[in-house]
């Protein structure tokens, strides 16, 4: 069987304590006659790293579609440390950093521009936006290339510049569907182990969505989604151990081989 999701303590009290960093619960999507999630229901803790693990097609980017509330979930509830979606989603969403699936940079801005772009977006001091986004940038190896055009930069380097911008104004949870998508194994490594140095250093809770197993570690948290239904929730591990397999490759195999629909 299948391991069980874990269990969602949410609530709409921001003073309360708060149980996670994202709770999706009963979450339900469709295309007209097409069911892109189907009761979709897990956790990411407030902080370290959880991977949402799904072929293409398995619902990843409708699911981070609703999250970052491009569209509107109509069944089932979005909660951001405690800021349900539909009720507060100015309070919600201002505690995210998304980097998507699909580049979002300007390709004939420089690194610097598309950094200020985004902070006045966010309603940040243009004073404050800079020493964000030198800080970031800095981070991440490019502090030295603020001033060139994103268009002379690489595939590898422009993703990472997208992190840098996604984290300029603090968020607490950030978001990365497909990152490492169609970039080399060295660039892949280094944003990589970016993002998992900014969980473990910073406290920052991040759901990295794939389909790429080999990124996976094993205290991660994996979220398992096929064909629009979570199938398992937890550690490579308990993955293993709940499906009688070695390797999370084979437990995702078993975990997807039946029909689902």
Sequence with gaps: MPAE??????????????????AVE????????????????????????????GLNGAGKTTLFSLITRLYTNRTGAI???GFDL??????ALARIGVVFQQPTLDLDLSVRQNMRYHGGLHGMRPSDCEARAMEELERIGLADRADEKVRTLSGG???RVE???????????LLLDEPTVGLDVEARRHILHHVRTLCREQGL???????????????????????GRLHAAGTI????????????????????????R
């Design 5 to 22: 999701p874990p269990s969602i303590p949410v609530t709409d009290d921001p003073a309360a304590p708060v149980p996670a960093a994202l």
């Design 79 to 81: 909660r951001i440390f």
């Design 205 to 227: 809770a991040v759901l990295w969505a794939t389909h790429l197993m080999d990124e996976a570690e094993a205290d991660d948290t994996i979220v398992v989604l096929h064909q």
């Design 86 to 91: 539909r009720r507060h989603p100015t309070r």
């Design 237 to 260: 591990r308990s993955l293993c151990a709940a499906t009688g397999t070695a390797t999370l490759p084979d437990a995702f195999a078993s975990l997807t081989s039946r029909e689902v």
């Design 163 to 173: 992190i840098a911008r996604a984290l300029l104004h603090r968020p607490s949870l």
């Design 157 to 159: 380097q422009r993703r």
């Design 26 to 53: 009963d979450l339900s999507h469709g295309f007209g006659k097409r069911v892109a999630l189907d009761r979709v229901s897990f956790a990411v803790p407030p902080a370290g790293f959880t991977m949402l693990l």
